[in-house]
């Protein structure tokens, strides 16, 4: 990485001198804060790309799988859906998803199942019961 001595600004200069630090992004199109002789942030000058990748899912998910399971079974008829059904309402109200973006599997459902029996009940035909 090529750093111009022009970008490094210490923390104090940004306090006291904003305007002048800005210009400065303005001028090089980032500036390197310094903070006890160390870099401590980057201060960038937004170049307006719209091909830069904007992650929406920033809160990424709000609910483990089996919060978002209680949450789904609680509205729904008899506190009952099929295993398969379930992982589409979850995904697409967007309660659970996995790290790399996908819908839960059914598997996974059922297997959460087993792991808190106190709260769910596995039935036959992969349908899953809130008790």
Do not use: W
């Not at 709000?62 to 008899?78: D, F, H, P, R, W």
Request: proline share 3%.
């Amino acid at each position: 990485m090529e750093i111009n001595i022009n970008s490094l600004v210490s923390i104090e200069r940004v306090l006291k001198e904003a305007e002048a630090v800005f210009r400065t992004v303005d001028e090089i199109g980032k500036v390197i804060i310094l903070e006890n002789n160390e870099p401590a942030y980057i201060l960038l000058k937004y170049e307006g790309n719209d091909k830069m990748p904007v992650n929406l899912s920033a809160d990424r998910t709000t609910y483990t799988l089996q919060e978002a399971m209680k949450i789904v079974l609680s509205e729904a008829k008899n506190r009952t859906l099929h295993a398969s059904e379930l992982a589409d309402i979850i995904y697409d109200k967007k309660l659970y998803v996995q790290k790399n973006g996908e819908k839960a599997k059914y598997n996974q459902i059922r297997a959460r199942c087993g792991h808190y029996p106190e709260i769910f009940e596995a039935l036959p035909g992969n349908y899953i019961r809130l008790k």
